[in-house]
């Protein structure tokens, strides 16, 4: 069973909408990412927290907007996307090694939300 | 810099029969970890097996059994007697132990078939 928890599963918005992603961990997991996948395509790394602060960024466009209000919790705020940035988005999460690092433990993820952008 | 080779795209078997996924990594990094992760139509990906470069032993869970030869730089998946419920698209990972980018690099995927 999958103990991240994303919502919601299907999001379907126009260029001009404003929408946001959730994601919900329970495991006492101090890193929490967001990946984009293409349909045939590996996941692709967005965003990475560590203890709640903006550890990576992979040169996201500014239209994708992630917070992470606390340990458990993350969202990605969405804006003026294009057609081009419907995919499906994972959350994951994982244990820290330590401050700031990005751990080599497994990641749990969740489920994603598929996201179509008209 | 850090890649993954997945060469097989596609594979199709009949259940009960054996089936390998082939797993290729170039790193520069001494020390790094790699991981198989299993993503079903459900689309999740679920963690099946960390492997770390120091430790060459292979490793057997049930049906599924894991090659890490270091000379060749591969880590093969074997699926022994496959079964329907193994349909999905498994994903080769690798990250690098040491500084510089630190995240995990992502073959481009093998999906498997499995028929009843």
Same mark, same amino acid.
């Given at each position: 069973?999958?103990?991240?928890?994303?919502?919601?599963?299907?999001?379907?918005?126009?260029?001009?909408?404003? +929408?946001?992603?959730?994601?919900?961990?329970?495991?006492?997991?101090?890193?929490?990412?967001?990946? +984009?996948? +293409?349909?045939?395509?590996?996941?692709?790394?967005?965003?990475?927290?560590?203890?709640?602060?903006?550890?990576?960024?992979?040169? %996201?466009?500014?239209?994708?907007?992630?917070?992470?209000?606390?340990?458990?919790?993350?969202?990605?705020?969405?804006?003026?996307?294009?057609?081009?940035?419907?995919?499906?988005?994972?959350?994951?999460?994982?244990?820290?090694?330590?401050?700031?690092?990005?751990?080599?433990? +497994?990641?749990?993820?969740?489920?994603?939300?598929?996201?179509? %952008?008209? | 810099?850090?890649?993954?080779?997945?060469?097989?795209?596609?594979?199709?078997?009949?259940?009960?029969?054996?089936?390998?996924?082939?797993?290729? $990594?170039? #790193? /520069?990094?001494?020390?790094? $970890?790699?991981?198989?992760?299993?993503?079903?139509?459900?689309?999740?990906?679920?963690?099946?097996?960390? /492997?770390?470069?120091?430790?060459?032993?292979?490793?057997?869970?049930?049906? $599924?059994?894991?090659?890490?030869?270091?000379?060749?730089?591969?880590?093969?998946? #074997?699926?022994?007697?496959?079964?329907?419920?193994?349909?999905?698209? $498994?994903?080769?990972?690798?990250?690098?132990?040491?500084?510089? /980018?630190?995240?995990?690099?992502?073959?481009?995927?093998? /999906?498997?078939?499995?028929?009843?």
């Amino acid at each position: 069973d999958t103990e991240v928890t994303q919502t919601p599963k299907h999001l379907v918005m126009g260029m001009t909408n404003k +929408k946001s992603l959730k994601c919900e961990q329970h495991m006492g997991h101090r890193a929490m990412y967001w990946y +984009k996948q +293409k349909a045939k395509k590996p996941p692709e790394l967005m965003f990475v927290y560590s203890y709640e602060k903006l550890s990576i960024n992979e040169s %996201v466009p500014s239209r994708f907007s992630p917070e992470c209000p606390n340990s458990s919790l993350l969202n990605l705020h969405l804006h003026a996307l294009q057609p081009e940035d419907s995919a499906l988005y994972l959350c994951a999460s994982s244990q820290e090694a330590g401050q700031g690092l990005i751990t080599n433990e +497994k990641l749990f993820f969740g489920s994603g939300t598929q996201l179509s %952008v008209l | 810099a850090q890649k993954v080779t997945q060469a097989q795209t596609e594979i199709s078997v009949v259940e009960k029969e054996d089936v390998t996924l082939d797993c290729v $990594y170039e #790193t /520069r990094d001494t020390t790094y $970890y790699l991981f198989w992760y299993k993503q079903p139509p459900s689309g999740e990906l679920v963690f099946l097996i960390r /492997r770390n470069s120091f430790d060459e032993q292979n490793e057997i869970s049930g049906r $599924y059994s894991w090659n890490f030869q270091k000379s060749t730089s591969s880590f093969n998946f #074997t699926i022994t007697a496959s079964q329907v419920v193994d349909s999905a698209v $498994y994903f080769c990972a690798l990250i690098p132990r040491g500084g510089g /980018r630190r995240a995990l690099t992502f073959g481009s995927g093998t /999906r498997l078939q499995v028929q009843p």
